[in-house]
């Protein structure tokens, strides 16, 4: 048995619901006002600052989809520790890809890279801290591919000037995201995959989508490629960053009802992992440190 422990029941293996989601992603960073000018200018997000000082991004009129805290003296960004690999932000059409290129180009803000994976078009970029930012579209579900039971992902260039070819002869820029745009998966860095199956998908009950990349796995709920990205790749073995380090603070699971969100939580009392309470949802801790909120969306 994995670090998750033994006290796990035989519910475990329950698939998690199908119209499970991502909410908002908590992050640290060390300086507010650079971030805030990224976030908004380069990604074209809407900041709300509340009570207690921290940065909401999103769509006005919608659920924050990044949430940033400040903390000057925070320990610096360890890519070689367990924590955040990227957070995916999903937009609603081709074209929005489009203007996000355009967009990151006005702010003169550089891509990491640019790729086709088969059922999504992605555009790669860090923060201003080198947290790891994801702005994609989805192709349509009826377009994937499964070969031999597995969903088929690759990692191919990306036709960038097809990509703003999209925008056609419309407005020619789109200075925020549009309406819809939203959390599509969290990529992680783990200490080691097999912990890390053990507790997304024995214990939350997410569905493994594909196995096919070494050192990484990715899960999902309802048959989407994948709502969490798995990965060792730098962090084989690692601990997890230092407490108040720059990255992830934690990332939200959001369920459909009460209930569904009670039968979580039960398999994860029956795994004998710790539940704490934050923000009105339920806090608990992947095998690697990664932090996970379970709330009802």
């Known amino acids: 048995m994995s670090a998750v422990g033994s006290a796990a029941s035989d519910r475990m293996g329950v698939a998690i619901h199908p119209e499970t989601s991502l909410g908002t992603v908590r992050l640290t960073v060390t300086d507010l006002t650079r971030s805030r000018a990224f976030y908004e200018q380069a990604v074209g997000l809407s900041s709300v600052e509340k009570d207690d000082g921290t940065l909401a991004f999103g769509v006005a009129g919608e659920r924050p989809l990044i949430e940033l805290r400040a903390d000057a003296s925070a320990p610096p960004l360890d890519r070689r520790a367990t924590g ?7 937009l609603p059409t081709r074209a929005d ?9 006005t702010a003169g803000w550089s ?5 086709d994976h088969l059922v999504s078009e992605a555009l790669y970029l860090s923060d201003p801290d080198g947290n790891g930012i994801e702005i994609y579209r989805d192709r349509p579900r009826e377009e994937w591919r499964f070969v031999d039971g597995q969903l088929a992902m690759s990692t191919l260039p990306l ?3 097809s990509i703003v070819a999209e925008i056609g002869e419309g407005p020619a820029d789109q200075p925020q995201a ?22 997304y998908s024995r214990v939350l009950g997410f569905e493994v989508m594909v196995r096919g990349y070494p050192g990484a796995l990715f899960v999902s709920a309802g048959g989407y490629h994948h709502h969490l990205g798995l990965n ?24 459909p009802t009460e209930d569904e969100l009670n039968r979580v939580l039960a398999r994860v009392r029956d795994a004998g992992i710790a539940v704490g309470q934050r923000d009105g949802g339920s806090l608990i801790r992947d095998p690697s440190g990664n932090g996970v909120l379970l709330r009802v969306g």
């Open 84 to 90: 955040l690999f990227h957070v995916a932000i999903l």
């Open 97 to 105: 890809l489009g203007f996000a290129l355009a967009r990151l180009a």
């Open 111 to 115: 891509l990491d890279g640019a790729s």
């Open 159 to 161: 036709d960038l000037e």
């Open 178 to 199: 549009p309406a819809g745009t939203r959390i599509g998966h969290v990529h992680l860095q783990v200490a080691d995959l097999a912990d890390a199956e053990e507790f």
């Open 232 to 255: 060792t790749w730098h962090s084989l073995g690692a601990a997890p960053p230092p407490s108040g380090a720059v990255g992830l603070r934690d990332f939200e699971i959001t369920l």
